[in-house]
């Protein structure tokens, strides 16, 4: 059987791409003087997946660098994520 690895290779790499591609958007929290630690964390439990030690250590970025991406997915996925949080209260965008 004979292969013809350009060919391959270049499938394998057209594929890598569109998978790039698909995951190039994140949710980015914002720093706010609303919003509690526990309310924060609650919400990326509740409506990002995270579980406890995430969440916290998303909220502690959040409060000292101003920013933090707490969600990483296909814009669709993302913007019913995104637009919960901002119900709630939060300061969300996705870049």
């Known amino acids: 059987m004979i292969f013809n690895t350009y060919t391959d290779t270049e499938e394998l790499l057209e594929l890598d791409v569109i998978t790039q591609e698909e995951e ?3 949710i980015v929290l914002f720093n706010d003087d609303v919003n509690t ?4 964390i609650d919400c990326l439990i509740k409506y990002c997946g995270h579980d406890i030690l995430q969440a916290e250590q998303c909220a502690t970025i959040v409060h000292f660098n101003g920013k933090c991406a707490v969600k990483k997915g296909a814009f669709n996925t993302l913007k019913p994520i995104c637009e919960t949080l901002l119900e709630k209260g ?4 996705i870049i």
């Open 24 to 26: 190039l958007n994140n």
């Open 37 to 40: 630690f526990e309310w924060v």
């Open 90 to 93: 939060l300061s969300a965008e």
